[in-house]
C-alpha cells in the first residue's frame, strides 16, 4: 500500500517511490489537475510539502496567466508551422479554451511546471509553461 500524506492545502497525496514524489488531485470551478510534489534536492518530505504549501496557492490562482503567456509565447508558431493542410490559423479564444490543465508539478525552492493538454493544436503534444517565485513565468515549450 502507498503512502499517503494529507495536507491542508494540497489535499491527499501518495508517494511514488519509484518516480520520488507524491502525487494528488486537485480542483477549481472549471478544472481537475494532479498535483506532484517532488522530493528531489529537498533535505526531507517535511520541506518538500512546506515549500509546495507556500507556492501552491499562487500557482492556482495563476492557471489562466500560465494559459495566456503560453498563447502569447505558441500561437504564432501554431499560426505559422503547426498548421493541419487545409487547417486556417486559430484565434487567441480557440487557443486558450483548448489547454487543459493536466498536472502542476512542484519542484526545489517553489520552481514548478504547469503541464497542459492541448487537443490536436500541436499534433498532440503537450504545453509545458515555466514558472519560479522570482522571475514569475519563464517558458513555455512544446514537449511530448
Given at each position: ?121 500541436f499534433a498532440g503534444h503537450i504545453v509545458l509553461v515555466s514558472w519560479n517565485k522570482t ?10
Amino acid at each position: 500500500m502507498a503512502q499517503t500524506r494529507h495536507d491542508a492545502v494540497l489535499g491527499t497525496l501518495a508517494l511514488q517511490e519509484g518516480l520520488n514524489w507524491y502525487e494528488g488531485q486537485q480542483a477549481t470551478d472549471s478544472e481537475t489537475f494532479k498535483v506532484y510534489v517532488s522530493l528531489d534536492a529537498f533535505p526531507g518530505e517535511d520541506e518538500a510539502f512546506a515549500t509546495a504549501r507556500t507556492v501552491f496557492p499562487t500557482l492556482v490562482r495563476a492557471i489562466r496567466n500560465a494559459k495566456e503567456f503560453a498563447r502569447d509565447r505558441l500561437l504564432g508558431l501554431k499560426n505559422t508551422t503547426w498548421l493541419d493542410s487545409g487547417e486556417t490559423p486559430i484565434s487567441s479564444e480557440v487557443f486558450l479554451k483548448t489547454l487543459r490543465l493536466q498536472s502542476l508539478a512542484i519542484y526545489v525552492d517553489g520552481d514548478s511546471e504547469f503541464n497542459f493538454t492541448c487537443g490536436n493544436l500541436f499534433a498532440g503534444h503537450i504545453v509545458l509553461v515555466s514558472w519560479n517565485k522570482t522571475e514569475g513565468f519563464s517558458d513555455a515549450i512544446i514537449a511530448g
